[in-house]
C-alpha cells in the first residue's frame, strides 16, 4: 500500500504541472538508490537531498521501486565491474586504501564488490536518466496528460489523502 | 529547499533514536544470537545484554550455547559478561573489543529445553559425505544359537557345495590340455628342427680334405652355410624356450590363484554355516561408527566454519561466486586498519558455587586473536582453556589457528581426564547399553587443519565400565548378547578413531581392543564345537587345495619333462652340431695354410728354374757375340 501511494503520487505529480527538472532530478536520485543492493551510508545520504531539495519525491520513490526491481537481475555485472574497480585497476588501489582506513567512509561498505559495482552503474547513468526522463515528463505534460487526466482513474488518484499532504508540503 | 521536510526528517531521526534506545539491545541480542547460531548449528541464547552508549560499555548477564551433537546439554553456559567497545573503530563499522571477561563458565550443563535449531541446515557437501561414509560402515552379522547345531554339520554342508577350488582346478586343467596340444604341436617342430640337423650334420660329413685351393674355396662356402643354418635354427629353439617359460609362469600363477579360491570357498562356507570369522569384523565401528561419525562431522562442519569465518592472506582476492545481493568483500591493508570484528583477549574463569552441584569446579583460560580478518590484525588466534569439576576430572584445551598468511597448518588439541562416562548418551544403538553406571575416560582428540586437508584423531582410553541395559530388549542373538555380555563389564577399553577429509572425501578408521574382546568372547561362548567345525571346514577346504594343486602340479610336470627333454635334446644336438663345423672349420684353414704354403714352394722353384734359363741363355748368347 505504501509503494502504491508513491505510485499514485508519482502519477499526480506527472499531471500536476510541476517542473520536470524537478521531477527528473528525484527520478534520477531515486535511481541511485534503487540500484543499490543494501541501504548504505551513500543512500542515507542521498535519501536527505531527496528530502530537503526541491525535487519530487513521488518520482524519486517511483525510481527506488522501479529500478530496485530489476537490479537484483543485474547482481552478477555489478559484481563484476565492482570486483575489477576494487581488485584489478592497481591505481585506484591507495585510493582505496585511503578510504578504508579513515572513520566514516568504511560504513559506504564500498569495499564490497556489488556495492561498488552499483555505485558506479548508477553515478555513471545519473546524468543520461536526469535528461532522458526530463525529456520524456515533457513530452507527456504536453502531449498526454491532458487525455489521460480525462480518465475516471486520475480523478480517484487525485482524490488520495497522501497526495493531498504531499501537495501541502510542497507548496510551503 | 523543503524546511519541513527538515523538521519530518529530525523527527523521524529522533524516532530512530528512540527505537534504538528502547529496543536496541534486543537487536542487537538477535543478531548475535543468529551469528552464533550460524556457526553453531545449535540454539545460542544471550541474556540480559546491555549496551551503555555513554561509555560504550557491554554487560551480558549469560550465554547459553547448546551443544549441536546433543541439544539438551549446553556446550558452554556462562555468566556476567563485560566488555567495552573501542568508539573509534566504530565510526569505521568496525567492532574492536580489547578484552572480554567471562565468568562462571561451565560446560556440558544440562538445559531445560531442546537446543535443536527448528529450521533445518540446507543440506551441504558435508551432509552428503557423511551419509556416504554412513553406508560402508559395518553392519552387525546375526548367529542364532538355535541355528548353529544345524549348521555345523560339515558333511551336509559340503555335499551340497560346489566348490569353486574344484571347478578352478578344473578349469585350469582344460588350460593345461590346451598348453599341451600346443606344446604338442610345438614338439613336431623341434623335431622338424632335429631332421634339419641330421641334414645339416650330412653336409659336414661331406666336407673332405681338399687337394687344391678351389677345392678348399668351396668347402669353405659350404662351412658358412651350414654356420648359418644353425644359427636359425638356434633362434627358433630359443624362442621355443622362452615361450616354455612364459608358459609355465602363467601356469604357475594359475595354480596359485587356487589358493583365492580355497579362501572364497572358507568364506562362503563359513556364511552357509552362519558363522562369521569373529577375528575380521570391526565391532568397534558397527557399535560406535554413527556416533562417532556424527560428533566428528560436527566438529568438521565447526572447523569449516571456523576456516571460512578466518580467511588468509591473499595479496589480489580471486573473484568469488558470491550470492545475489551480497557481493564480496575487499580487504584492504593500512597501518590503522583494524579488522571488521577483533575481540583482542577472552580471559575465562569460572568456580562453581559452593555447596551446588558445581561446587569445586574451576576453569580459566584465555582466547586471543578473534577476528574476521586474520591478515589485517597480523596475530594467530590462539586457545589455551583449563577446566577441572570437582570429582578431579580435567579439560585442556590449546590451539593455535594462524591465517596471517595463505599456508597454514592449524592445530587444536583436546585433553579430557578422568570424564565420568554416566553423563555421556551413547546414542540408539540397539546393542549400546541405555546408559552407563561408572566408569571414567581419558580422551586425547587432535585437529589438523591444512589447505588441503583436515585430519582429526581421537584417543579414547576408558576404564571400569558398567553398562545398564535396562528398557532394551533382550537379544536374540549370539553376536548381541556376547557383545551385551562384554559391554556391562568392561575393565580397559580402548578406542582410537582418525576422521581424514581430502578434496572433499571423508575416510573414517576405527579400530578398539573392544574387537578382540568380543570374538574371543564369541569364541570361547560357542565353544570347541564350532572351533572345531570351523577347523575341520578349513581341513576340507585345505584338501580340496592341496588335491587339485597336486593335480595340477602332476600334469604340468608330465608335459613339462616331455618339453624339456625334447629342447635339451635339439639343444644338445645343436651345440654338438656347431662344435663339429667349428672343428671342420679350423681344420679347413690349417689346409688352406698347408696349401698356401705348398704353393709358395712350387712358385719358388719355377721361378729359380726360369731364372737359371734366363742366366744360361744370356751366356750362350754373350759367347756368341
Known amino acids: 500500500m505504501f509503494w502504491l501511494n508513491f505510485i499514485f503520487k508519482f502519477i499526480k505529480t506527472l499531471h500536476s504541472k510541476e517542473d520536470p527538472h524537478n521531477i527528473a532530478m528525484g527520478f534520477a536520485l531515486g535511481s541511485i538508490i534503487g540500484l543499490a543492493p543494501f541501504f548504505t551510508l551513500q543512500n542515507v545520504f542521498v535519501f536527505i537531498l531527496i528530502l530537503i531539495l526541491n525535487v519530487s519525491i513521488g518520482a524519486a520513490f517511483f525510481a527506488i521501486l522501479f529500478f530496485g526491481c530489476f537490479a537484483y537481475l543485474f547482481d552478477p555485472q555489478f559484481h563484476s565491474l565492482g570486483y575489477f574497480l576494487l581488485v584489478k585497476i592497481d591505481s585506484l588501489k591507495p585510493i582505496w586504501t585511503y578510504l578504508y582506513n579513515i572513520p566514516i567512509a568504511p560504513l559506504s561498505k564500498f569495499y564490497n564488490t556489488l556495492v561498488m559495482g552499483s555505485l558506479a552503474v548508477s553515478l555513471v547513468a545519473f546524468f543520461p536518466i536526469y535528461l532522458a526522463f526530463k525529456q520524456l515528463v515533457k513530452v507527456y505534460q504536453s502531449k498526454m496528460a491532458a487525455k489521460v487526466d480525462q480518465f475516471k482513474i486520475m480523478q480517484l488518484i487525485k482524490g488520495n489523502k497522501l497526495f493531498q499532504l504531499y501537495q501541502k508540503i510542497k507548496l510551503q | ?625
Open chain 2, 1 to 625: 529547499m523543503r524546511n519541513r521536510a527538515i523538521l519530518i526528517l529530525l523527527a523521524f531521526l529522533v524516532i530512530i533514536g528512540l527505537v534504538c534506545f528502547l529496543w536496541g539491545n534486543t537487536f542487537i541480542t538477535w543478531a548475535i544470537e543468529n551469528t552464533l547460531q550460524a556457526i553453531t548449528g545449535a540454539k545460542a541464547e544471550i541474556e540480559g545484554f546491555r549496551l551503555n552508549l555513554f561509555d560504550m560499555s557491554v554487560r551480558i548477564n549469560s550465554v547459553q550455547i547448546a551443544n549441536p551433537a546433543d541439544t539438551w546439554k549446553n556446550i558452554i553456559d556462562t555468566k556476567k559478561i563485560s566488555f567495552n567497545l573501542a568508539p573509534g573503530p566504530l565510526f569505521e563499522g568496525k567492532t574492536v573489543i580489547d578484552e572480554i571477561v567471562l565468568e562462571e563458565l561451565t560446560f556440558n550443563t544440562k538445559r531445560r529445553t531442546d537446543g535443536k535449531l527448528k529450521k533445518k541446515a540446507k543440506p551441504e557437501k558435508a551432509a552428503k559425505q557423511q551419509s556416504q561414509l554412513q553406508k560402508t560402515i559395518a553392519a552387525m552379522p546375526i548367529l542364532k544359537p538355535e541355528t548353529i547345531t544345524d549348521n555345523l554339520d560339515l558333511k551336509k554342508l559340503t555335499d551340497s557345495y560346489q566348490f569353486k577350488t574344484d571347478l578352478s582346478a578344473a578349469r585350469i586343467e582344460d588350460d593345461f590340455s590346451v598348453h599341451e596340444e600346443k606344446w604338442d604341436a610345438n614338439l613336431e617342430d623341434l623335431n622338424q628342427i632335429q631332421t634339419e640337423l641330421e641334414s645339416l650334420d650330412q653336409k659336414i660329413a661331406q666336407l673332405k680334405k681338399p687337394n687344391n685351393l678351389p677345392e678348399l674355396k668351396k668347402q669353405l662356402d659350404l662351412v658358412e652355410e651350414v654356420r648359418g643354418s644353425a644359427q636359425q635354427l638356434k633362434t627358433r629353439v630359443k624362442t621355443y624356450d622362452e615361450r616354455f617359460k612364459e608358459d609355465n609362469q602363467a601356469l604357475e600363477a594359475m595354480i596359485k590363484s587356487l589358493k583365492n579360491e580355497a579362501e572364497a570357498d572358507y568364506q562362503e562356507l563359513l556364511a552357509l554355516a552362519k558363522l562369521p570369522d569373529f577375528s575380521n569384523i570391526n565391532y568397534a565401528e558397527i557399535l560406535l561408527g554413527e556416533t562417532i561419525l556424527n560428533t566428528s562431522t560436527t566438529i568438521i562442519n565447526a572447523v569449516d566454519n571456523l576456516q571460512k569465518s578466518l580467511p588468509v592472506k591473499v595479496e589480489n582476492p580471486p573473484k568469488a561466486k558470491p550470492a545475489r545481493g551480497e557481493g564480496q568483500n575487499i580487504v584492504f591493508s593500512g597501518r590503522k586498519t583494524y579488522p571488521r570484528f577483533l575481540i583482542k583477549k577472552v580471559a575465562i574463569s569460572g568456580k562453581g558455587t559452593p555447596d551446588s552441584s558445581m561446587d569445586g569446579f574451576y576453569a580459566k583460560g584465555a582466547l586471543t586473536g578473534i577476528t574476521s580478518e586474520p591478515p589485517v590484525y597480523g596475530l594467530p588466534l590462539t586457545a589455551a582453556v583449563f577446566a577441572q569439576a570437582s570429582n578431579q576430572a580435567f579439560l585442556q584445551l590449546d590451539g593455535k589457528i594462524n591465517h596471517v598468511a595463505p599456508v597454514f597448518n592449524d592445530r587444536i588439541t583436546l585433553k579430557l581426564k578422568d570424564l565420568p562416562l554416566p553423563q555421556v548418551d551413547l546414542g540408539k544403538n540397539e546393542h549400546l547399553p541405555s546408559k552407563i553406571l561408572a566408569g571414567k575416560a581419558d580422551i586425547e582428540a587432535v585437529a589438523q587443519m591444512t589447505p588441503d586437508f583436515i585430519k582429526l584423531e581421537l584417543l579414547i582410553t576408558a576404564a571400569n565400565l558398567k553398562g545398564d541395559f535396562t528398557g532394551k530388549k533382550e537379544p536374540d542373538d549370539l553376536i548381541a548378547a556376547i557383545i551385551r555380555d562384554t559391554l556391562a563389564n568392561l575393565n580397559q577399553v580402548t578406542l582410537n578413531c582418525q576422521l581424514e577429509r581430502i578434496n572433499d572425501q571423508l575416510e573414517l578408521k576405527i579400530s578398539s581392543n573392544l574387537n578382540r574382546m568380543i570374538s574371543d568372547g564369541l569364541k570361547e561362548a560357542v565353544g570347541e564345537k564350532v572351533t572345531g567345525f570351523t577347523n575341520e571346514l578349513k581341513a576340507k577346504v585345505d584338501a580340496k587345495l592341496d588335491e587339485g594343486q597336486k593335480t595340477l602340479e602332476a600334469a604340468k610336470q608330465r608335459y613339462q619333462q616331455k618339453v624339456d627333454a625334447k629342447l635339451n635334446e635339439v639343444r644338445t644336438k645343436l651345440n654338438t652340431e656347431e662344435r663339429e663345423l667349428e672343428a671342420k672349420q679350423k681344420e679347413l684353414e690349417a689346409r688352406k695354410k698347408e696349401l698356401e704354403r705348398e704353393q709358395q714352394i712350387k712358385v719358388e722353384a719355377n721361378k729359380k728354374e726360369l731364372e737359371e734359363k734366363i742366366q744360361k741363355e744370356l751366356e750362350r748368347l754373350k759367347d756368341k757375340l
